[in-house]
């Protein structure tokens, strides 16, 4: 009886950290968005407010404009770090001198923490002493002296820039592991039949790599909607709140404004959004898989 259960027994200190780090936080956080909670008015939440905090989200400008942000966000790094990371991939395939070399450099960047890579990039597009801002202005007479954070445009551009920077060598190597699981013989066939590498590219690569680049694509939405470090060290939301991802709106409603009520209804809200896009990639992936097997 003992012997079975040791196993349960050395489970305990587990679930002690995970209902203590995990499970009682997401609850307690839940409960809190339906109640009134001004941190500089009380100390422990007011009275429940129903869903009065998720109504206020709906109709607010802040949280509107947020949403609006990391729509363009994501959608744009998302979309660019699919496409370098499937194109590098397809360049690593071939092996030749620098094969090994070349994969430890490109893991370099993703190595790096993100606070890091938006104090990094900040320092690097400052117009007075940016070692890329000098070089785009060397280049570029044109460019010479732009600020280029001050602009709503470029500050979402550098934004984007610097997370694909970051997560496209990660998912470089997802994208590399699906490639070696496709035979080379199909490939040698079209090529002796003369396709062109397009309609090779086309017709059996991507087709294959389908659930890969669904499954990289689903990772790297919900890392996208969690992004927060790089706008504080790299943008602070600005300029004034261009670069204001939902994240990072969470952020100033809890520990700017103080009001965790609101803050608490906002997480959840961004938890939603994850989990229906999480959803509805999963339900592209398994009606793949079905028309596959049929």
Same mark, same amino acid.
């Given at each position: 009886?003992?012997?079975? /259960?040791?196993?349960?027994?050395?489970?305990? *200190?587990?679930? +002690?950290? +995970?209902?203590? #780090?995990?499970?009682?936080?997401?609850?307690?956080?839940?409960? #809190? $968005?339906?109640?009134?909670?001004? @941190?500089?008015?009380?100390?422990?939440?007011?009275?429940? +407010?129903?869903?009065?905090?998720?109504?206020?989200?709906?109709?607010?400008?802040?949280?509107?404009?947020? @949403?609006?942000?990391? #729509?363009?966000?994501?959608?744009?790094?998302?979309?660019?770090?699919?496409?370098?990371?499937?194109?590098?991939?397809?360049?690593?395939?071939?092996?030749?001198?620098?094969?090994?070399?070349?994969?430890?450099?490109?893991?370099?960047?993703?190595?790096?923490?993100?606070?890091?890579?938006?104090?990094?990039?900040?320092?690097?597009?400052?117009?007075?002493?940016? =070692?890329?801002?000098?070089? !785009?202005?060397? +280049?570029? *007479?044109?460019?010479?002296? /732009?600020?280029?954070?001050?602009?709503?445009?470029?500050?979402?551009?550098?934004?984007? !820039?610097?997370?694909?920077?970051?997560?496209?060598?990660?998912?470089? &190597?997802?994208?590399?592991?699906?490639?070696?699981?496709? *035979?080379? %013989?199909?490939? %040698?066939?079209?090529?002796?039949?003369?396709? $062109?590498?397009?309609?090779?590219?086309?017709?059996?690569?991507? *087709?294959?790599?389908?659930? =890969?680049?669904?499954?990289?694509?689903?990772?790297?939405?919900? &890392?996208?909607?969690?992004?927060?470090?790089?706008?504080?060290?790299?943008?602070?939301?600005?300029?004034?709140?261009?670069? %204001?991802? @939902?994240?990072?709106?969470?952020?100033?409603?809890?520990?700017?404004?103080?009001?965790?009520?609101?803050? $608490?209804?906002?997480?959840?809200?961004?938890?939603?959004?994850?989990?229906?896009? $999480?959803?509805?990639? =999963?339900?592209?992936?398994?009606?793949?898989?079905?028309?596959? #097997?049929?």
């Amino acid at each position: 009886m003992k012997d079975r /259960m040791l196993p349960y027994w050395l489970l305990i *200190p587990a679930f +002690v950290i +995970v209902l203590a #780090t995990t499970i009682y936080p997401l609850a307690y956080s839940f409960v #809190t $968005s339906f109640r009134e909670w001004d @941190l500089t008015k009380q100390r422990r939440p007011d009275g429940f +407010v129903g869903f009065d905090n998720y109504l206020h989200a709906a109709s607010e400008s802040g949280f509107q404009n947020s @949403l609006w942000v990391t #729509t363009i966000f994501v959608v744009t790094s998302v979309a660019l770090t699919l496409v370098i990371a499937m194109s590098l991939a397809l360049l690593l395939r071939r092996k030749g001198r620098m094969h090994t070399f070349t994969r430890i450099v490109l893991i370099l960047p993703f190595a790096m923490s993100p606070a890091l890579i938006g104090v990094s990039y900040r320092f690097m597009f400052n117009p007075e002493f940016g =070692v890329l801002a000098k070089g !785009l202005g060397a +280049v570029f *007479p044109a460019l010479e002296g /732009m600020p280029w954070l001050a602009d709503p445009n470029l500050a979402m551009a550098i934004l984007v !820039l610097t997370d694909v920077w970051h997560w496209a060598p990660y998912m470089t &190597f997802m994208c590399l592991g699906g490639l070696a699981s496709i *035979p080379r %013989e199909t490939e %040698e066939a079209a090529r002796i039949d003369g396709a $062109s590498y397009l309609r090779i590219f086309f017709g059996i690569i991507l *087709p294959q790599m389908k659930g =890969v680049l669904l499954v990289t694509a689903v990772l790297k939405t919900i &890392f996208a909607l969690k992004m927060f470090d790089q706008v504080v060290t790299l943008t602070g939301g600005g300029p004034g709140t261009s670069t %204001e991802t @939902l994240a990072f709106f969470v952020f100033n409603v809890g520990f700017k404004w103080y009001d965790m009520g609101y803050a $608490s209804a906002l997480a959840w809200i961004l938890t939603a959004i994850m989990m229906l896009i $999480s959803i509805w990639y =999963v339900r592209m992936l398994l009606s793949d898989r079905k028309m596959a #097997t049929a």
